[in-house]
């Protein structure tokens, strides 16, 4: 991989990670840094899912690819939220 894309993964990644967040209802506890995280991630397995359903590359934007990563988002925000409230 090379700089530029570990650069865009980061980009999609807070993007992501902060659509996910909005989605979320209510106040999480959780930083900024760990909003990226998991946009990243999220971002990174909503395109294999979207790539697996076909969805991955469409003429113009892939709005599917990114709901599914902005979902994926916000449950894992829900999820990381859930467990620093136990903690």
Known sequence: MEISGIISAIV????VGVLGRLVV???QRI????T???GIVAAFIGTGIAAAFGVADTKGIDWIEWIIQIVLAGVGVAALDRIKARG
């Open 31 to 34: 930083g900024v840094l760990w």
């Open 12 to 15: 999609i990644g807070i993007v």
């Open 36 to 38: 990226i995280v998991v």
């Open 25 to 27: 209802p209510g106040r």
